[in-house]
């Protein structure tokens, strides 16, 4: 079945470094999407990619998706403590009916 | 607030116990799912109902058992648990299966077996 896989496990920077998590498939994925988690919290979606080489920005986060829709990237410019948490991504193939989520990397940021 | 609701948020059960969580949503979409949330272990998607049907049973053990009477309330009742079971557990909703929207997570119920 399909399975999604995400490195890093964890990364710690510390506040005003970059931040980049990424996201592989083992089969070509019809869509992706990314939730970030915060401690205690519920998973909130912050984007859905589509089309094989999109690039989506959300203020400080990039969002990528691969040429040839296997994998993703997000990276986060300048981190704040705001960006705790783990992030997901999630994706569907073109057999499947239910988005499949990556284990999450989990970020901390060091004041 | 997202618009999907579980309660309770916290549930300390005993392995002999029968109890049931409660998620509502009251976004007017149609389909609805169960995850389960371990530590050091991805999202495991348990159920899926769509319209009403469920459409998916990931192997789920037969001691959780869903319920969706209407498309914006999902149950998930317990009995029997063992203390493995002891998870964060996670009720969703989205538009529909199939139509590649995002899914909105309740709050999630915390769970302890002991």
């Given at each position: ?79 704040q403590t705001t960006d705790v948490g783990t992030y997901f991504c999630a994706g569907i193939d073109n057999y ?16 | ?114």
């Open positions: 079945g399909q399975q999604v896989m995400q490195i890093p496990q964890y990364q710690h920077v510390q506040e005003g470094e970059d931040f980049t998590t990424y996201c592989n498939s083992s089969t070509t994925l019809s869509n992706i999407q990314w939730y970030k988690q915060r401690p205690g919290g519920h998973p909130v979606f912050l984007i859905q990619l589509v089309k094989s080489g999109e690039v989506k920005k959300q203020k400080r986060l990039t969002f990528q998706f691969g040429e040839a829709k296997k994998n993703s990237s997000l990276h986060i410019t300048a981190t499947g009916q239910n988005f499949v989520f990556g284990p999450g990397t989990r970020l901390s940021v060091l004041p | 607030e997202t618009g999907v609701t579980q309660t309770p948020r916290h549930l300390v059960m005993g392995m002999t116990n029968k109890k049931s969580l409660k998620c509502e949503q009251h976004l007017g979409h149609n389909a609805m799912y169960w995850y389960k949330q371990s530590a050091k272990k991805p999202l495991e998607l348990m159920f899926v109902y769509n319209f009403k049907e469920q459409t998916e049973n990931n192997s789920v053990p037969s001691r959780f058992s869903p319920e969706c009477p209407n498309s914006s309330h999902l149950f998930l009742h317990l009995h029997t648990l063992q203390p493995e079971d002891s998870a964060l557990y996670l009720c969703a909703s989205s538009q529909a299966v199939l139509a590649n929207t995002e899914a909105f997570f309740g709050q999630g119920t915390r769970l302890t077996v002991v």
